[in-house]
C-alpha cells in the first residue's frame, strides 16, 4: 500500500558528514509530515528532526546546528543532512510519515525499514 526506503547510512569518522534519503511510495493521496527517528543500542527511539510543509522543522536538541531536515514533496522524499557527527550519533535510523493513503483517506503513520549510521572516534 504504501512503502518508505531509506538509503545513505554507513560508517563515517567523527566530524564527517552523511546524508539519508527516504521516498515513500505507494497509494499516496498526500503526506502531513515526515520525520527522521533514531535508536541506539539499549536505549528508546527517539525523535531527531520532523517538518511539515516547507518550512516547518522541528530538531532535538542534540542534533540543533548539525543536522538539517528537508523535504522534497514532488518525490514525496524527506532528506536528513547530518553534518559534524559524533560517535553518540551512531544509532539505527528510521524514516517516519504521517501518509493520507488514496485506498483509504485516513491518516496513519508509516515506517522505513531503518539504517545503520556508525559513526568512529
Known amino acids: 500500500q504504501v512503502q518508505l526506503v531509506e538509503t545513505g547510512g554507513g560508517l563515517v569518522q567523527a566530524g564527517g558528514s552523511l546524508m539519508l534519503s527516504c521516498a515513500a511510495s505507494g497509494s499516496i493521496f498526500s503526506i502531513n509530515s515526515m520525520a527522521w527517528y533514531r535508536q541506539a543500542p539499549g536505549k528508546l527511539r527517539e525523535l531527531v528532526a520532523n517538518i511539515r510543509g516547507v518550512g516547518d522543522t522541528n530538531y532535538a536538541d542534540s542534533v540543533k546546528g548539525r543536522f538539517t531536515i528537508s523535504r522534497d514533496r514532488a518525490k514525496n522524499t524527506v532528506y536528513l543532512q547530518m553534518n559534524s557527527l559524533s560517535p553518540e550519533d551512531t544509532a539505527v535510523y528510521y524514516c517516519?510519515?504521517?501518509?493520507?493513503?488514496?485506498?483509504?483517506?485516513?491518516?496513519?503513520?508509516?515506517w522505513g525499514q531503518g539504517t545503520q549510521v556508525t559513526v568512529s572516534s
Open positions: 517516519n510519515a504521517n501518509i493520507i493513503p488514496s485506498t483509504t483517506y485516513r491518516s496513519s503513520d508509516w
